[in-house]
């Protein structure tokens, strides 16, 4: 885990340095933040609009008594785009705008179901089962009577 963090914090500014050197060699180092800033305000209007229609299904769901847990992956990889879409480059403005379509959420909520299910280990396979018996005990007194005026 600790060389994956090493290399998005090394790795992702450097390569997004080179993308950026590279588009504003072909078309300009204006054209360039240009563009940046026009696909990071496209990009944060969609979650915008994306984020209030779930937050929508969410109301509608938890109002029909429906689980919600789905709508909140789902807000919360837009949340991820949202941020994807702030940090000036093209390759983290990819990945944002990939977050922003839903099969490709759904596609990564599956992933990571599958990796998040429990898988049962090799143990000694023997059950032990305690055999023994429920007893209700019963209240059989009856309450006092009123006493009663004289």
Known sequence: MGWILL?????????ELTVLID????IGALSTVGLCILTAVVGLGLVRHQGIGLMLD????????????ATLVHGAFLLV????????????D??????LIPPVRSALIKVGAAG?????????????IIEGEVVSEK????????????
Request: aromatic fraction near 4%.
């Open 7 to 15: 290399i998005l914090l090394i790795g992702l500014p450097v390569a």
């Open 23 to 26: 588009v504003g060699d072909e």
């Open 58 to 69: 969410m109301q509608r769901a938890a109002a029909d008594g429906q689980p919600v847990g």
């Open 81 to 92: 785009a949202g941020f994807c879409l702030m940090i000036p480059g093209f390759l983290t």
């Open 94 to 99: 990819g990945l944002g705008f990939l977050l």
């Open 116 to 128: 998040l299910m429990v898988r049962p280990r090799g143990g000694s396979g023997r059950v032990i």
């Open 139 to 150: 209240d059989d007194t009856t309450p006092p009577r009123p006493i009663d005026k004289l």
